[in-house]
């Protein structure tokens, strides 16, 4: 395995993002860690924090309906690519 891989692996499992060990952990997944993710994303761009939009926009699996919410500044503009931090800027 070579170095940078080492590194990434060592910092994932050092933050709790990857599970070491024996596979009867019980914890969180990263699947779970990611929907929990996306969904704080969604409340706070649904709240009006662009930063949020432009992270959900990101995040979420292209074409879904939380990357669209995203795209559009939580329904506030045509959905476009620039980042809703410029579009409806920072509260």
Known sequence: MNTTIRI?????MAAG???CGDDDN????LDDQYQAALEQY???CEEGHP???DQL????PAGSEMAEF???CGDRVEAATSACVHRIGIP
């Open 42 to 44: 969604e409340k706070g």
């Open 8 to 12: 990434v692996v060592g910092v994932a």
């Open 26 to 29: 019980d914890g969180p997944t």
């Open 57 to 60: 926009r990101i995040q979420a």
């Open 70 to 72: 995203g795209a559009t």
């Open 51 to 53: 930063g949020d939009c």
């Open 17 to 19: 993002l990857v599970a």
